[in-house]
């Protein structure tokens, strides 16, 4: 975020909303934490969702050292040591158009991509459910 746009809420040590600019557009950025304080993996089944389980994503595989440089390409072995599911990740690697680079690479901002619109998905399904209906 490049310019902070009227007063972010803050609750203690939270933000739990900020509005701003990104490379010219305006994005608002709410913390879901903040409203329902469960990991968004559980989302699913505490909503009743159809929208099937929370992907895997390796964040300790994702570091300032990796990403130095701009690098956007990540070695498969690697990042599996970092989850537990390796085989919905091999699956997303080969789902995801242009992700797997070869045999043994997939692009990291691709990976990246995919796993934010789906946790996007799974919070708009929630805030469009029945359930959060008043």
């Known amino acids: 975020m490049t310019e902070v746009k009227g007063t972010p809420i803050i609750k203690g040590s939270r933000t739990m909303q900020i509005t701003g600019l990104y490379k010219g557009r305006a994005i608002i950025i709410k913390d879901s934490y903040s409203i329902i304080n469960k990991k968004l993996k559980l989302f699913p089944a505490m909503f009743n969702l159809q929208t099937g389980p929370k992907e895997v994503f390796p964040y300790n595989y994702y570091s300032s050292t990796l990403l130095a440089n701009d690098n956007r390409t990540g070695v498969i072995s690697e990042a599996c040591k970092?989850?537990?599911?390796a085989d919905t990740f091999m699956k997303n690697i080969d789902f995801?158009?242009?992700?797997?680079?070869?045999?043994?690479h997939f692009d990291l901002e691709k990976y990246s991509s995919f796993y934010c619109k789906q946790d996007v998905r799974i919070?708009?399904?929630?805030?469009?459910s029945s359930a959060m209906t008043y």
Do not use: S
């Open 82 to 85: 970092f989850i537990q599911d």
């Open 96 to 104: 995801i158009k242009g992700c797997r680079i070869d045999e043994n």
């Open 123 to 128: 919070l708009r399904d929630v805030l469009l």
